[in-house]
């Protein structure tokens, strides 16, 4: 496996080591040793989530105010644009993104840590998207920031309006949205 800070040091890229042949492919999508090790610092994932979503559905950027998910993610059919913003007050790198492209084909994953907003968009016909989290879900302290905010400028890599959720069309400039200290 291997493992790359990204701009914002504390997401990481995750590539494993792929076994392939004409039978087709094995790798190991996650061991709690290496990840923690790659990562410096301890992990308990409590729930799996799986969704299916057509080609330009925009997905976030979600974030749980209290009781905050750390996400580790991939695509297992397809291939989507994977988005994290730091909303961590504190942090250096408060209002700054990071994007990766995320695919069956390519198999690298995002580690997304708690403080962070997160959101992807389709880019193939549709996709098939699976995240561990490091806590639950919580509707009541979730939250959500416009896709298109003018602040963080993310540069989606669509060139039609995105299809969203009537939560997602309603997502808060980041300005005024909810941040942690």
């Known amino acids: 496996m291997s493992v790359t800070p990204l ?17 087709g492919f094995f790798f190991e999508s996650f061991n709690r040793r290496q990840f923690e090790q790659a990562i410096n610092r301890e992990v308990s994932f409590v729930q799996s989530n799986h969704s299916r979503s057509a080609q330009h559905v925009l997905r976030g950027l979600h974030y749980q105010i209290k009781r905050p998910q750390g996400k580790l993610v991939r695509v297992v059919v397809g291939e989507v644009f994977d988005v994290a913003v730091d909303i961590r007050r504190s942090s250096p790198t408060f209002g700054q993104w ?20 997160h959101g992807f968009v389709v880019l193939s016909d549709y996709a098939e998207f699976l995240y561990n989290t490091t ?6 302290h979730e939250r959500c920031i416009i896709w298109n905010d003018p602040t963080l400028a993310i540069n989606w890599p ?3 309006a995105p299809i969203l959720s009537d939560k997602d069309a309603q997502g808060k400039l980041f300005e005024a949205a909810d941040a942690y200290t």
């Open 158 to 160: 669509i060139d039609a």
């Open 7 to 23: 701009a914002i040091p504390d997401v990481f890229l995750i590539e494993p080591r792929v076994f392939g042949d004409d039978r």
């Open 135 to 140: 806590n639950y879900w919580a509707p009541e």
């Open 98 to 117: 990071v994007g990766e492209v995320l695919s069956a084909e390519n198999k690298k994953q995002l580690w997304v840590p708690e403080g962070f907003a």
